[in-house]
């Protein structure tokens, strides 16, 4: 699978955060680019975000299969170091960078706090037009997105 996105962001800023290895596949990989990285020697979750048409900003999938099957946000407790969200919208091209601290923050992981999530939508910093409840998203997001392009 080609992880255009994730190849984009390595072009432009290189080793900055680690070395990048070659990003693994997992399951959901579809349309989100959803993979696994080694970023020098912390591994990061991948995905592409998706713009939809008729709400700011743009999707991301986040989940895994339990042993029955079924999809469940990711745990608290998983051995990743954080999540690479890629967003491009027309020219623009930027990344969120959520460490697993913020994650569980953000309630995306489960945890004894936050049942967790297996989709979120992300707010780069060029949305407009938003809505109090996405201001405040975007807020709490703002720390984790560079924009990279536009």
């Given at each position: 699978m080609?992880?255009?996105?994730?190849?984009?962001w390595?072009?432009?800023?290189?080793?900055?955060?680690?070395?990048p290895?070659?990003?693994?596949a997992?399951e959901?990989?579809?349309?989100?680019?959803?993979?696994?990285?080694?970023?020098?020697?912390?591994?990061?979750?991948?995905?592409?975000?998706?713009?939809?048409?008729t709400?700011p900003?743009?999707f991301?999938a986040?989940?895994?299969?339990d042993?029955?099957?079924?999809?469940e946000?990711?745990?608290?407790?998983?051995?990743?170091?954080g999540?690479?969200?890629?967003?491009?919208?027309g020219?623009?091209?930027g990344?969120?960078?959520?460490?697993?601290?913020?994650?569980?923050e953000?309630?995306?992981?489960?945890?004894?706090?936050h049942?967790?999530?297996?989709?979120?939508?992300?707010?780069?910093?060029?949305s407009?037009?938003?809505?109090?409840?996405?201001t405040?998203t975007?807020r709490?997001?703002?720390?984790?997105?560079?924009t990279?392009?536009?």
């Amino acid at each position: 699978m080609a992880f255009q996105a994730f190849d984009r962001w390595v072009t432009i800023v290189g080793d900055s955060f680690g070395a990048p290895g070659l990003p693994s596949a997992e399951e959901q990989r579809g349309e989100y680019e959803s993979g696994t990285v080694m970023l020098g020697t912390q591994r990061w979750r991948i995905r592409t975000a998706h713009v939809t048409p008729t709400k700011p900003g743009a999707f991301v999938a986040v989940w895994r299969r339990d042993a029955a099957g079924r999809t469940e946000p990711f745990g608290g407790d998983d051995d990743c170091a954080g999540l690479l969200v890629f967003v491009r919208d027309g020219e623009q091209f930027g990344v969120f960078r959520f460490a697993a601290p913020q994650l569980e923050e953000l309630g995306v992981v489960s945890s004894a706090r936050h049942p967790g999530k297996r989709g979120f939508r992300v707010y780069p910093s060029w949305s407009t037009g938003l809505n109090p409840q996405a201001t405040r998203t975007q807020r709490a997001q703002a720390g984790a997105f560079e924009t990279l392009l536009g």
